[in-house]
């Protein structure tokens, strides 16, 4: 049973070589101890195998203790982090990230990501810190959340190594095609944040049509557009009804028709970080 729901998260290919599974588990703002818990027992019924971390999430510890309690192989499971935009420094790149992998109780992670652009002039430095992080193994792939162009095209001049991932804020009401358009020529892979727009709008009559035509539920249809435009969708929940239902957007697919209807209704509606990252 459980086999057969994890055959439906396909993974997919990274330009390193590595992989990655194409659904995570968003963790932001999950700090108490029982809600974690169950909410990561849930996920691993339910299929998931990748979770979404960050330093700032203020959880490591817990994803840490219960992937230890689970049983699992550490090579069962995801481990995406963040490097948080306080740790600016070269220096503070690397300390901080030797407590990310104790509190993780971990050798290594999957996926380690610049959570912010920060200021242009400390950037060429924390890059540095990261490609190292990554050389000696400790990271087995890299790259940044936030970047929009320009942080990319200056990446570009100093980077050794580009990152394969690029984690943003993107769903229906926000679709960032040009920077979307940008990675895909970089091949640098987009997972999506809030690809529910944060519960924010959900009672768009289109997307609800959509949803009663397939006999799917709103939100997802909103992670199914993520996967049809290539992303991976990081839906958080706590909730353990609404966490198997947003792993289960891999049996259906949406029209072209569909596909266009749902393309109509970008606002730019963006959920947070409006001014962290104008610049
Ligand atoms: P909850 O944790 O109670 O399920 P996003 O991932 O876009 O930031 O959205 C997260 C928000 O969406 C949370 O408030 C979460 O609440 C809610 N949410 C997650 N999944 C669903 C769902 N399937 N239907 C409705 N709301 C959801």
């Not at 792939?141 to 690029?166: C, D, R, W």
């Not at 709103?218 to 992670?223: R, V």
Request: proline share 4%; charged share 20%; with cysteine.
């Amino acid at each position: 049973m459980l086999q057969s729901v994890l055959m439906a998260v396909p993974s997919i290919k990274l330009h390193d070589g590595n992989t990655i599974p194409s659904l995570g588990l968003g963790l932001w703002k999950v700090k108490d101890e029982l809600r974690f818990n169950k909410m990561f027992d849930s996920a691993i019924k339910n299929g998931y195998r990748h979770f979404d971390d960050a330093q700032t999430y203020g959880n490591e510890q817990l994803l840490g203790k219960s992937w230890k309690r689970s049983g699992l192989n550490r090579n069962d499971i995801f481990i995406t982090t963040k490097i948080s935009p306080q740790h600016l420094s070269y220096k503070s790149t690397h300390a901080s990230f030797k407590e990310s992998l104790l509190k993780l109780q971990t050798d290594y992670v999957d996926l380690l990501l610049v959570h912010f652009p920060g200021p242009s002039w400390l950037r060429k430095n924390k890059w540095r810190a990261i490609e190292e992080i990554k050389q000696a193994g400790l990271a087995k792939s890299i790259g940044v959340s936030n970047f929009n162009i320009k942080h990319l095209q200056a990446l570009e001049t100093y980077a050794h190594e580009m990152p394969v991932i690029n984690q943003i804020e993107m769903h229906v009401f926000m679709q960032q095609k040009q920077v979307r358009e940008y990675c895909r020529m970089l091949n640098i892979q987009i997972e999506a944040y809030s690809p529910l727009a944060h519960a924010q709008l959900m009672n768009n009559p289109k997307i609800q049509e959509i949803a009663t035509k397939h006999h799917k539920t709103y939100s997802q249809i909103m992670l199914r557009w993520c996967v049809e435009q290539s992303a991976i969708p990081l839906p958080k929940s706590t909730n353990p009804n609404r966490l198997k239902q947003n792993s289960q957007i891999f049996d259906f697919e949406l029209t072209n028709e569909e596909l266009n209807q749902l393309s109509r209704l970008n606002t730019n509606h963006k959920t947070l970080w409006r001014s962290i990252i104008a610049k």
